[in-house]
């Protein structure tokens, strides 16, 4: 199974909606890190189809993930890219 860009860039539109937001309000995201050369091209390419259209180049996203350097560790890797992005 591989990750579906189109369903990811859905959902972040969703995210935006929901959270009465615009794309460029958003400085900083804590990406899911698949950390495999598979997935995390699908993840970042449908994060910047939604997030980078219109992004002023002095204001850029800067994105990170704390589990594609630590595993999926169950739970523990939610709560690590949490405490990460706070």
């Known amino acids: 199974m591989a990750p ?3 369903a990811q860039q859905n959902c972040w539109e969703d995210v935006l909606a929901v959270a009465n ?3 460029h309000d958003v400085d900083y995201l804590e990406a899911h890190g698949t950390g495999t050369p598979l997935g995390d091209p ?3 390419n449908a994060l910047m189809q939604v997030m980078c259209p219109e992004r002023e180049e002095a204001r850029p996203l800067v994105m990170g993930s704390a589990k594609a350097n630590i595993g999926h560790c169950e739970g523990a890797a939610g709560i690590a890219g949490l405490i ?3």
């Open 4 to 6: 579906n860009g189109l």
């Open 21 to 23: 937001m615009a794309a």
């Open 84 to 86: 990460k992005a706070v």
């Open 42 to 44: 699908i993840e970042v």
